[in-house]
């Protein structure tokens, strides 16, 4: 019965429908794989943080994705 | 000082007004009763995620709520 | 298919077994009554918090039992 | 590699993005003067409740607004 | 930059070191296969959960493994 | 009335107790500086994450460790 969070950055990056049932297929597959989990208790949970609100270097990934782009 | 994370699905299935008071109002006496903690410093956060992002049995709610419809 | 996370304080704070399974109990009941949800499906997770590790008004707990006790 | 997760309440008391901006190069200082942490790796994330999902004192932020202002 | 966070029952049910890194290589995997993520930049944090902590049902995975086994 | 979560790795990484205070003492004066928060309500919460289970680039911290040691 785990409990699996998986945050991303959403907005211009975030995961379209098809992507996110792929993460959740997938992430429940590897602990069943790995650790023999029951799929059927296994919860999966995505969140998309906007890119303002995500910082990595002290800085947020808005900043960052310009400065590559510039 | 107890801390009360609670996550749902949203969307369609998100609560009401209503329904979310009725969640901080009950998580917090159940805290006070079963630990006696004070209820000035319980803190309870209702997080609604679109059915989307929430996965058991290695499937989205959306697809699951699909097949049980049809 | 809720997911509710509970953090206390631990050590010499910590719910008892008893204490937890009601929490648990008292928990998935309020997803039952206030939003109709699958009891089976509920997921609630206690965690205890060293009283070293959580803070309010800037100070950790256990600076704050000292100066209540002294 | 530290990970930061900041919960605030948003909608009409949701930060700027020059806020956000400025939590996140604190937060990231902060381990790093306190734990030598590599800012590099250190994630910093936050989430913004709306009021109505936001509790203390089994009531809503929503209410306890209302009431300070009444 | 994503951040996955794992959490499973411990204790008798603890997942091996070697079961642990192969959750985060999994999940890394998984991250950069469906969304092209950076595995540099790819946080895992996998966490153990006693089975008097954890619930589904309204019960423990404590009782739940002794009612299983009766 | 923040909620502030703070992972790092644990073990021999650890932080001291004094470390925890101060990080705690830090976190909250930044929510003070940055948003006005009221300190009394601000909560923070300092987890400590096994080396074994904390994962970048796709390997655990203990592996990383060695790596770099050797």
Redesign the interface.
Known sequence: ?????????GGAEA?T?A?????????????V???N?N???????????PM????????????RRKAQSA
């Open positions: 019965m785990p409990y699996v969070n998986i945050k991303v950055t995961p429908p992507q996110k049932a792929e993460l959740i297929r997938g992430a429940t597959e590897l602990l794989r790995v650790l989990k799929p059927a208790t296994t919860v999966v949970v995505i969140e998309e943080i303002d609100n995500w910082g990595t270097g002290g800085e947020t990934v808005t900043a």
